[in-house]
């Protein structure tokens, strides 16, 4: 049963870098693409990034000089790191894979709040 | 980039009525949009995969039609269980979201 669920601070200060991590199961990180994805509260998705099963990453040309996914396939997680936040960056972080470029399966997601 | 225009942004039905949703592509994207629908507190749940090919386990009162540009989610006979938070998602190139519908029950 493929399962994904997320981690990570619920409070980051303006300015300093948010660190997640998606810890998966039921798949392989070498055979599935693992993508970020983000709800700002009562808004819409906004898709963040992807790393793909052969370890390249493609990110939102928004965010991608803040950006940075890997993984540590050893222990069948995924990471997500993103500096200089702002207030505009809060949000439930959701971690997803795709199958044939269709969102398969979800975590519950992690929301992350930025203040001082 | 592709945007995708999603409308409306908010509807209000009763249980019993046929409900229909929009998306509009800023480019062709081909059979490549997908429905989710989104309820209060949790992930997106894939509805419709690649224009009108219905997810394993979702009631055949959701369906989808379209190409090329304008997609369409339908629901044939709204039920209370419908009402969430329902997104688009073209995956031609990237992945770009709707910006959402919020479906009530009137």
């Known amino acids: 049963q493929v399962q994904l669920k997320e981690s990570g601070p619920g409070l980051v200060q303006p300015s300093q870098t948010l660190s997640l991590t998606c810890t998966v199961s039921g798949f392989s990180l070498t055979s599935n693409s693992v993508h970020w994805v983000r709800q700002p509260p009562g808004k819409g998705l906004e898709w963040v990034g992807v790393i793909w099963s052969g370890g390249s990453t493609d990110y939102n040309s928004t965010l991608k000089s803040r950006l940075s996914i890997s993984r540590d396939t050893s222990k069948s997680q995924v990471f997500l790191k993103m500096n200089s936040l702002q207030a505009e960056d809060a949000a439930i972080y959701f971690c997803a894979i795709t199958i044939a470029a269709i969102f398969d399966s979800w975590g519950q997601g992690v929301m992350v709040a930025v203040s001082s | 980039d592709i945007q995708m225009t999603q409308s409306p942004s908010f509807l209000s039905a009763s249980v019993g009525d046929r409900v229909t949703i929009n998306c509009k592509a800023s480019q062709n994207i081909n059979k490549y949009l997908d429905w989710y629908q989104q309820k209060l507190g949790e992930a997106p749940k894939l509805l419709i995969y690649?224009?009108?090919n219905l997810h394993t386990g979702i009631p055949s009162r959701f369906s989808g039609s379209g190409s090329g540009t304008d997609f369409t989610l339908t629901i044939s006979s709204l039920q209370p269980e419908d009402v969430a938070t329902y997104f688009c998602l073209q995956h031609n190139s990237g992945w770009t979201f709707g910006g959402g519908t919020k479906l009530e029950l009137k």
């Open positions: 690649n224009t009108n």
